[in-house]
T-cell receptor, first 113, second 111 residues
Framework: GEDVEQSLFLSVREGDSSVINCTYT??????LYWYKQEPGAGLQLLTY?????DMKQDQRLTVLLNKKDKHLSLRIADTQTGDSAIYFC?????????????FGRGTSLIVHP | SQTIHQWPATLVQPVGSPLSLECTVE??????LYWYRQAAGRGLQLLFY??????ISSEVPQNLSASRPQDRQFILSSKKLLLSDSGFYLC??????????FGEGSWLTVV
């Protein structure tokens, strides 16, 4: 079955870069997503990448996609304390299939001074 | 632009009492609608999804139910709450792009 895997925790020092990794299994996914969840809040769509792209950059965020290895990463440059949150990786439903995206369990990013 | 709202934001209910969480989407028509539960701030569990009025699929057997009385309204209900129903409930929607957008969440504590 489909599964999205990501590590549960990442701790970084303020000002350093953070890299959150994710592996997925469904090669027919059209989009891959990163969501950010701050404490007590809903999930906020942070960025996404189309499956025919290798990289997408948006200010401090860089998304890298290795479709051959089914590996997705999110790099946050100059990490700030406000970046502390849970980050969820997700893949879109397979084309022509269900309407249900598959989410990872989330990576807790802890930024310390 | 599209917006999604759910309420109430927090709820404390005794065991055995009923539940009603409401969610509405604005700025789009015929959205796919979802109810998720998140326990202990971790992974998301899909409870229900709907691709149209009166078309609701249940993913997990439980004492919860969902209804979609209008195109952009999704309601999560229970006749008798259990302690294990406590958690953070998230409503979400998606459109033709299949990108999913979440509401603000509702904290339910069953005491």
């Amino acid at each position: 079955g489909e599964d999205v895997e990501q590590s549960l925790f990442l701790s970084v020092r303020e000002g350093d870069s953070s890299v959150i990794n994710c592996t997925y299994t469904d090669s027919s996914s059209t989009y891959l997503y990163w969501y950010k969840q701050e404490p007590g809040a809903g999930l906020q769509l942070l960025t996404y990448i189309f499956s025919n792209m290798d990289m997408k950059q948006d200010q401090r965020l860089t998304v890298l996609l290795n479709k051959k290895d089914k590996h997705l990463s999110l790099r946050i440059a100059d990490t700030q304390t406000g970046d502390s949150a849970i980050y969820f990786c997700a893949e879109s439903p397979p084309s022509g299939g269900s309407y249900i995206p598959t989410f990872g369990r989330g990576t807790s990013l802890i930024v310390h001074p | 632009s599209q917006t999604i709202h759910q309420w109430p934001a927090t709820l404390v209910q005794p065991v055995g009492s009923p539940l009603s969480l409401e969610c509405t989407v604005e700025g789009t028509s015929n959205p796919n609608l979802y109810w998720y539960r998140q326990a202990a701030g971790r992974g998301l569990q899909l409870l229900f999804y709907s691709i149209g009025i009166d078309q609701i699929s249940s993913e997990v057997p439980q004492n919860l139910s969902a209804s979609r009385p209008q195109d952009r309204q999704f309601i999560l209900s229970s006749k008798k709450l259990l302690l294990s129903d406590s958690g953070f409930y998230l409503c979400a929607w998606s459109g033709s792009s299949n990108t999913i957008y979440f509401g603000e969440g509702s904290w339910l504590t069953v005491v």
